[in-house]
T-cell receptor, first 111, second 115 residues
């Protein structure tokens, strides 16, 4: 059983569309990270959220941490083909020494 | 950000042989490193936590005698897949904690193919 549930599992959209990816859990996390991974490479950290209700913006990406620190969302505005990749959320329960990953959302943005 | 390297990036070996994968923190010291395995189209699964100067902590279901981890210095951890079999073929990724950034940085991964 996955500690962190991500949805959707797959997402294929046209360039310019908006999308939201969700990361949900029944557990409370001290921090939650979002990563993007391209084929054959390691994950690259996009953002870390630590405060319940926190919202962080990174250009066209908006990240939100739920008030109860059990869930998070990633919203991409005006998606571009370069956004294609596997988006992973990871929750830390004891600082960063105990991190668990969600199953990932595989995003394809078609030109 | 901090940089983590892995070597080799790809390795192909025959069944029954052992393969060593290195994970290095290039510009910081890492007392803790992690080893993950990722099968095609799946997420990362934590295999073990590698602590400098002590034994690694393995996740449930991971055979410690098959996946030998040595964290001999603050910048190097190695994972040795012993007597590899085709089912061990996977993408192995390491990561290291950089405490000043309070973040976990990942290596680029090693693609292991066992014939």
């Amino acid at each position: 059983t996955q500690l962190l549930e991500q949805s959707p599992q797959f997402l294929s959209i046209q360039e310019g569309e908006n999308l939201t990816v969700y990361c949900n859990s029944s557990s409370v996390f001290s921090s939650l990270q979002w990563y993007r991974q391209e084929p054959g490479e390691g994950p690259v950290l996009l953002v870390t959220v630590v405060t319940g209700g926190e919202v962080k913006k990174l250009k066209r990406l908006t990240f939100q941490f739920g008030d109860a620190r059990k869930d998070s969302s990633l919203h991409i505005t005006a998606a571009q083909p370069g956004d294609t990749g596997l988006y992973l959320c990871a929750g830390g329960r004891h600082h960063n020494n105990d991190m668990r990953f969600g199953a990932g959302t595989r995003l394809t943005v078609k030109p | 950000g901090a940089v983590v390297s892995q070597h080799p990036s790809r390795v192909i070996c025959k069944s029954g042989t052992s393969v060593k994968i290195e994970c290095r923190s290039l510009d910081f010291q890492a007392t803790t490193m992690f080893w993950y395995r990722q099968f095609p189209k799946q997420s990362l699964m934590l295999m073990a936590t590698s602590n400098e100067g002590s034994k690694a902590t393995y996740e449930q279901g991971v055979e410690k005698d098959k996946f030998l981890i040595n964290h001999a210095s603050l910048t190097l951890s190695t994972l040795t897949v012993t007597s590899a079999h085709p089912e061990d073929s996977s993408f192995y990724i390491c990561s290291a904690i950089e405490y000043s950034y309070n973040e976990q940085f990942f290596g680029p991964g090693t693609r292991l193919t066992v014939l």
